[in-house]
């Protein structure tokens, strides 16, 4: 778009205008006095009189919000594994709760003294594997929840979807959503076949079951994991966890921790004594504390950070989730949040996003009363 004219630019510049004319004509464009010239054209004009074209007031500040969030590529050799972010799926009383429970009651809590483990919306595991300690992130957010509201604001989280079938019930309805929502997503499936310890149990037939749903098990010549687990007596499951890892190995896991993070906020409330408590996952770099922040429309700075035994840490890198204090207001689940260089700028980032959530409601309301009146009619 154009910017300034030629007149006024003469006189910014204390040049003569037919001067800037001939100039502009070397630089292959026609233009009068009165023409306004774009941006680019007044750069490379001042430019052969040493100077340097500013856009000034609300263009240029847009321009540094935008990149101020816009992520740089990372180079590979900054790029450092990372753990998987696995959700668990599944029909309905299949034993998804009961799975993550046991999980995280033997993987998680024996190691704290009074093994009492906080709720934030995430659990890190660390499992044993032949290749040494390996650890592994499970949200506790329900598969279909966390697959379509972070889908709906285009955050991707998870990495392996755990489908857990009951051996005594086989497939049903939720058992083909969350096949679809894991596909659709471009997400690998891991079937856990549970409550193989019920007298009913029939592993053979939910196999056969699933393959008419696309997943064929490796046993029967396919590529799709199937591990066999109770998750009452527990049986199976460090297997399934060995699994979860192979495959996060094979999908080869990087994000670069050196840098400011970003990630999706996964859960987020209102706590009467300590304010705004958000859940984030960090996809890439570091988060710290003292980090100032943008969470969806809002602005922060994080004034502490807990993990999920509700310790007190510093710094969460990629794939950790952490529960935080000092954003301003309550995220929505699935917004982005990214750290921003200081709060002068995260704050301006915050209001600008607001001001643009507001414009598109006043849109939406716009429409809404259009409709009406055709309805009328
Ligand atoms: P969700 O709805 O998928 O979260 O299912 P839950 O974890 O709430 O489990 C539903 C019921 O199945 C509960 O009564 C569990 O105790 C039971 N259950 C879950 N896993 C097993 C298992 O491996 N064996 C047996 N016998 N019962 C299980
Ligand atoms: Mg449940």
């Not at 006024?8 to 070397?26: Q, R, V």
């Not at 816009?70 to 009383?93: F, Q, S, W, Y």
């Not at 994991?225 to 080869?252: N, R, W």
Request: no cysteine; proline share 5%.
């Amino acid at each position: 778009p154009e910017v300034i004219s030629v007149r006024e630019l003469a006189e910014k510049m204390g040049e003569d205008p037919n001067k800037l004319i001939a100039d502009l004509i070397s630089l292959g464009k026609f233009v009068t006095i009165n023409q306004a010239i774009d941006f680019e054209t007044v750069s490379k004009l001042v430019e052969k009189y040493g100077k340097v074209a500013k856009l000034e007031g609300a263009e240029e500040e847009e321009a540094i919000l935008e990149a101020e969030l816009e992520e740089a590529e990372d180079k590979p050799e900054n790029l450092k594994p990372r753990p998987p972010v696995v959700t668990i799926m599944g029909h309905v009383d299949h034993g998804k709760t009961t799975l993550l429970d046991y999980i995280r009651n033997t993987k998680v809590a024996e190691r704290e003294a009074g093994g009492i483990t906080q709720h934030i919306g995430a659990s890190i595991v660390e499992v044993d594997t032949s290749e040494g300690k390996k650890k592994i992130t499970f949200l506790d957010t329900p598969g279909h929840e966390a697959f379509t509201a972070m889908r709906a604001r285009g955050a991707q989280v998870t990495d392996i979807a755990v489908l857990v079938v009951a051996a005594d019930d086989g497939v049903m309805p939720q058992t083909i959503e969350a096949i679809n929502h894991a596909q659709a997503a471009g997400v690998p499936i891991i079937v856990a076949i549970n409550k193989i310890d019920k007298p009913g149990a029939n592993p053979d037939r939910v196999k056969q079951e699933l393959t008419q749903h696309g997943l064929i098990p490796e046993d029967w010549g396919g590529t799709t994991i199937m591990v066999p687990v109770s998750a009452k007596t527990g049986e199976g499951v460090d297997e399934l966890l060995e699994m979860i890892s192979l495959q996060a190995e094979l999908m080869e896991l990087k994000a670069n921790p050196d840098k400011k993070a970003r990630g999706v906020v996964l859960e987020a409330k209102l706590d009467k004594q300590r304010g705004p408590v958000a859940t984030l996952l960090v996809q890439s770099g570091t988060l710290k504390v003292g980090d100032p922040i943008v969470a969806g429309l809002y602005a922060g700075k994080i004034r502490a950070m807990f993990d999920d035994k509700g310790r007190s840490v510093k710094e969460a890198g990629p794939s950790m989730a952490v529960e935080v204090l000092g954003i301003e207001d309550v995220p929505l689940a699935g917004d982005k949040f990214y750290v921003v260089k200081d709060e002068k700028t995260a704050r301006k980032i915050a209001e600008k996003r607001q001001e643009l959530a507001r414009e598109s409601a006043l849109e939406k309301e716009k429409r809404v009363s259009l409709e009406d009146l055709f309805a009328q009619i």
